[in-house]
């Protein structure tokens, strides 16, 4: 996308996990793929950046301290209902009774962990971003 001066303004992802390392690779990824990406270690973290940062898309974790992906995910949609259509979920949880029905009812795409940069690249497309 370009802005009035003709400058590319990237589409921004909110990365989501409390694995450092990994929030960082999905990071140093999509940067490279021309996203700019913020990180946070827990849903609670991540709800004050949403508040005080536009983001594009949600890159988020289910199992979190703090402040789990699915409680994220319901608090998102009160302070900021428009990126619940573009909230992708990474997991190794996805058949979890506790996040499968949860998963099924909002019906937000889900990437496994792990995952390659072509799936999650897919994914953020498919959101619109």
Same mark, same amino acid.
């Given at each position: 996308?370009?802005?009035?001066?003709?400058?590319?303004?990237?589409?921004?992802?909110?990365?989501?996990?409390?694995?450092?390392?990994?929030?960082?690779?999905?990071?140093?990824?999509?940067?490279?793929?021309?996203?700019?990406?913020?990180?946070?270690?827990?849903?609670?973290? =991540?709800?004050? $950046?949403?508040?005080? @940062?536009?983001? *594009? +898309?949600? #890159?988020?974790? /289910?199992?979190?301290?703090?402040?789990?992906?699915?409680?994220?995910?319901?608090?998102?949609?009160?302070?900021?209902?428009?990126?619940?259509?573009?909230?992708?979920?990474?997991?190794?949880?996805?058949?979890?009774?506790?996040?499968?029905?949860?998963?099924?009812?909002?019906? =937000?795409?889900? $990437?496994?962990?792990? @995952?390659?940069? *072509? +799936?999650? #690249?897919?994914? /953020?497309?498919?959101?619109?971003?």
């Amino acid at each position: 996308m370009e802005n009035r001066n003709g400058s590319y303004i990237s589409k921004h992802v909110l990365v989501v996990d409390d694995d450092l390392e990994l929030a960082l690779t999905f990071q140093a990824l999509l940067q490279a793929h021309n996203y700019r990406a913020s990180t946070a270690a827990n849903g609670a973290h =991540a709800l004050k $950046l949403i508040l005080n @940062t536009e983001v *594009d +898309a949600i #890159l988020c974790d /289910l199992n979190m301290p703090e402040l789990a992906g699915d409680l994220f995910y319901s608090e998102v949609g009160r302070a900021r209902p428009r990126l619940l259509k573009r909230f992708i979920f990474v997991t190794a949880n996805a058949d979890n009774p506790l996040y499968e029905n949860f998963l099924k009812k909002v019906k =937000a795409p889900v $990437l496994s962990k792990p @995952t390659s940069i *072509d +799936a999650l #690249l897919e994914k /953020l497309h498919s959101v619109g971003v």
